[in-house]
């Protein structure tokens, strides 16, 4: 693992610059200084010293997001096609990137290049950071000798895919919030409103209502056995996340969401749009299809679609065509598939399925609007619903008080 090292160093004109680099070594880490031009005159290491090590939370503070790896992709592109060396480039990259993360993976990656190996077999040793799809469109485009291309392609998936989630994450923020308020509320009330009137009714005597009843005996439970309540929440959340992580749970799940009555076209065409363009970026580039159709069924995001895929994949194997296959399975449209066949009837399937997955995004984004402005009042009805249903069950009684106290 590079060690983070704190340097003094000269410039070409002798001027004193202080700051830290990341290196194997420190003999590393000198080359690393001479290769920017830097003639270093002192090196510590930081971590030796007490120097700001940081902290690290393992899946939070080495964390590499998409976006960052879209950034990466877009300023590598342009540094290669401004005729820059790809040394130089990783170089330079490696000092201006603000993750500490994926600086130490640029590297890394530049060392291994050193050694003489290829790109897309350096980033193939980070998978975490680099996934298949980065790494087969880096090497398609070292083959033909586009590698800026193909990075610049990745930058656009990348970005696409990026803007797709913030659409649906923002589809979904309400409704969750406005989920986690109910259930805070209804806690609330249940624990400290509803035992006030519990006292109240015990003084009036007589029968309650059976709403008012159930209430009580909800909130008695609550009140008692709430560690019950608890334990059996947290369990279930984290038996659900096992579930999911299973290959059969997973697929089950995702069938669920696409049946989901408001949220599943969503879904479905969110998945969409993410198969359209990642597949049209992997054939661009030059990846063989059937390599291609396996790395989009593994990043498609969605297990349903995934079999499809790789059930499509196994009949172009065998020599038939990509559109016939996919015509048998309901998750891909009639639209899609009519499409495909005339990219491949007219050589320029990967235009097709460019224009497949925008058709998809500007789809994606006409229903989030949309779902905003729908789910935002059926919500407040929920949430009204819920409390004024607790508040008339307690103040029931109350419409037959008379009775109660005679």
Avoid: C
């Avoid at 420190?26 to 510590?44: N, S």
């Avoid at 986690?180 to 009137?197: H, N, Q, S, T, Y």
């Avoid at 990219?343 to 789809?363: P, Q, V, W």
Wanted: charge should be neutral; proline fraction near 4%; hydrophobic fraction near 50%.
């Amino acid at each position: 693992m590079p060690t983070m090292y704190a340097y003094k160093a000269q410039d070409e004109k002798g001027k004193l610059k202080n700051g830290k680099v990341s290196a194997a070594s420190a003999e590393a880490a000198v080359r690393e200084l001479k290769g920017k031009g830097l003639k270093p005159i002192a090196l510590e290491e930081t971590e030796a010293k007490g120097m700001s090590a940081e902290v690290r939370i393992p899946g939070i503070t080495d964390r590499v997001s998409p976006k960052e790896i879209a950034v990466f992709s877009r300023q590598f592109a342009t540094m290669i096609s401004s005729g820059l060396s790809l040394l130089r480039s990783l170089a330079i990259l490696a000092e201006q990137t603000e993750n500490t993360k994926l600086a130490e993976v640029i590297l890394e990656v530049k060392q291994d290049v050193e050694r003489g190996e290829s790109l897309s077999r350096s980033l193939e040793k980070h998978p975490k950071v680099f996934s298949e799809i980065y790494v087969s469109m880096v090497k398609a485009g070292e083959t033909g000798g586009l590698l800026d291309d193909s990075l610049m392609r990745l930058a656009d998936t990348l970005e696409a895919q990026v803007a797709l989630k913030n659409k649906i994450r923002s589809a979904m923020m309400y409704p969750i919030a406005v989920g986690v308020l109910v259930v805070l509320i209804v806690g609330a009330m249940l624990m400290f409103v509803v035992p006030m009137f519990e006292d109240l009714y015990a003084d009036l005597g007589g029968t309650l209502p059976v709403p008012t009843r159930i209430l009580l005996a909800i909130s008695a439970a609550l009140q008692s056995y709430w560690w019950i309540f608890m334990a059996v929440g947290i369990g279930g959340f984290f038996a659900f996340k096992s579930w999911v992580k299973t290959e059969s749970g997973r697929f089950t799940w995702d069938r669920i969401k696409l049946r989901m009555p408001i949220f599943g076209k969503l879904v479905h065409k969110s998945a969409l749009a993410r198969f359209s363009h990642t597949m049209s970026s992997l054939i661009r580039t030059g990846v063989p299809i059937l390599q291609a159709m396996e790395i989009v069924a593994d990043t498609s995001g969605n297990a349903v679609v995934a079999e499809a895929v790789m059930a499509s994949r196994a009949s172009v194997s065998e020599g038939e065509s990509i559109a016939k296959p996919m015509a048998e399975r309901a998750v891909f449209p009639p639209m899609v598939v009519q499409m495909v066949a005339v990219g491949e009837e007219t050589g320029a399937l990967d235009t097709m399925l460019e224009k497949i997955g925008d058709f998809y995004n500007d789809e994606v984004t006409t229903m989030v609007e949309g779902l905003t402005s729908l789910i935002e009042p059926l919500l407040i009805v929920v949430l009204g619903g819920v409390v004024g249903g607790m508040l008339i069950s307690l103040y029931l009684p109350m419409f037959n008080i008379i009775n109660l106290i005679q």
